[in-house]
């Protein structure tokens, strides 16, 4: 009987020990994903390697922040240097780019590139800017600040 009763303890030892959980807190949820825009969010000091047009160069303040209804795009706020505050051009985040398509800012100005992550902090872009009829074409070295 005494070895019954040690058999039955052991037995219902082994399969209350098979039920239990760890306390340990289960990490199978995607702590290692992170939102692709956050490297390119942030202030930026676009460098025109020149106007196309007229041959002169600027360099002017970008603000790139994350759109809060899409998850694939930014905001561009100054994108181009338009002058006034307030003006974003909209653009969508894909593989190692900023590509933001033909749209019209607020000031009138026709807008079109892209902008190509090259390492880190540091990005190229080619874009485009259509204001008062005159198109002029552009390439700039941005660098995060």
Known sequence: MKNSLRFLFSLSLLVSVS???????????????????NEYVGVWRFTESGFLKNGQSQSYIVSITKDANNSAQVILDNFGNPGDSGISAVGILTANQIVVSKQTLGNGWEVVG??????????????????????????ATAVKQ
């Open 19 to 37: 039920f239990l959980n760890s306390c340990q807190k289960d990490n199978t949820t995607s702590q290692g994903s992170s939102d692709a825009r």
């Open 114 to 139: 892209t902008g190509k992550k090259t390492t880190a902090g540091n990005m190229d872009w080619t874009y485009s800017i259509t204001a008062g009829g005159d198109l002029t074409y552009y390439t």
